[in-house]
């Protein structure tokens, strides 16, 4: 018996737990089941707008699945557990280039197993369309099959699972797409592209509508930042470079929130927005975010967000400790925009 067919004593304990507490705080409605196969090699890929997203698959896919999880920042409870219990392989998502996690992946679809993975590479806000290649890589490489899969209601609804509101939750399966063919490697990026796209139009279209609005949404805005300093009692605004960079990262909690949930790191003065602080919170908030080895903050920003967006954030960082450092700066106020 291969790995792929073995099941533990903790995984187990937590299908089960998992799939009570789907029943117990969420409402489905489900569409597609039939179209899950019975068996692999497969790659399940969805759209992942919330960590509720692997949960709530977890509760139509096979024991056997195997998930792809993030492993670039330390896990909290309960999030700790369920990693250590699941078929989870964990990648740093700021190394596209970790073979290690590739290997992993690579040697459960040759084996026949399935792959739980989500496009988007994390649940930070942006437009659908901006997915990696890595599932269309793994589907040619390993010539598997791939299911898409698309989750609606999931973004932003923790609020209404605490209060035991029990949201609504839509998942749809689609129909299972061939492998990805296999070309010369001088025509390998440009499939690969078109695999992704083409994957994601699919996913797309299994959303409900307010979910491909808000992704709609996602892909036209415009970010901007406002700050307003301090010196005594009197406000006055300033111009901050790289202010539009640091207005996206901040208006975008899935994106900042690692930092404070998983890092521990104080921040205050870049999440809550419109209200002043004192410098010294501001120094400490810059501090802190520049220092983060978990991971470096410019391989976490150069892979959600680019390197030109990245460099931009850095610079707005820089110019925000020194007007800290600025003697007279009594306060600070951020106030990002988007349009």
């Known amino acids: 018996m291969s790995d792929n067919d073995t099941i533990t ?14 029943d117990a705080l969420l409402r489905l409605n489900t569409a597609g089941e039939k179209n899950i196969p019975d068996k692999g090699p497969l790659l399940i890929a969805a759209n992942h707008a919330s960590s509720l997203d692997a949960p709530v698959l977890s509760y139509f896919l096979p024991p056997t699945t195997w998930y792809v999880g993030p492993g670039d920042f330390k896990l909290i409870f309960p999030s700790n557990l369920i990693v250590k219990w699941s078929r989870t392989i964990r990648v740093k998502r700021a190394n596209s280039l970790e ?8 040697d459960v679809l040759k084996k026949g197993g399935m792959l739980l993975i989500f496009p988007e590479g994390g649940t930070w806000e942006k437009p659908l369309h901006q997915a990696k290649e890595g599932v269309a890589y793994l589907s040619m490489v390993t010539q598997t099959p791939i299911l898409p899969v698309g989750i609606g209601g999931a973004y932003g609804t923790w609020s209404e699972v605490f209060r035991l ?12 797409i061939p492998p990805v063919p296999q070309v010369a490697h001088a025509h390998r990026n440009a499939v690969l592209e078109n695999a992704t796209r083409d994957l994601m139009d699919r996913i797309y ?8 609005k808000r992704y709609d949404e996602l892909a036209r805005r415009q970010y901007d930042l406002y ?20 207005g996206e990262l901040i208006q975008k909690p899935n994106l900042l929130n690692p930092f404070v949930r998983n890092a521990g790191l104080p921040i205050d003065p870049l999440r809550f927005h419109g209200r002043r ?10 501090k802190s975010l520049k220092n983060t080895r978990q991971p470096s903050l410019q391989e976490y ?9 990245t460099t931009a954030i850095q610079f707005a960082l820089d110019a925000l400790q020194q007007i800290a450092n600025t003697e007279g700066v009594t306060g600070i106020s951020l106030k990002p925009v988007w349009r």
């Open 165 to 176: 509101k029990r949201p609504m939750i839509s998942v749809k399966f689609g129909e299972v």
């Open 99 to 106: 073979l290690e996690g590739l290997r992993r992946m690579i």
């Open 227 to 246: 700050t307003e300093i301090w010196r005594g009692d009197v406000p006055q605004m300033v111009d901050l470079p790289g202010r539009t960079a640091l």
């Open 9 to 22: 004593f903790g995984q187990t304990l937590l299908r089960t737990w998992s799939r009570f507490n789907v």
């Open 301 to 309: 920003l150069e892979y959600r967000l680019g390197s030109d967006k």
């Open 205 to 212: 279209r299994l959303l409900p509508g307010p979910d491909q």
């Open 277 to 286: 602080f004192p410098v010294g919170a501001l120094q400490l908030a810059v």
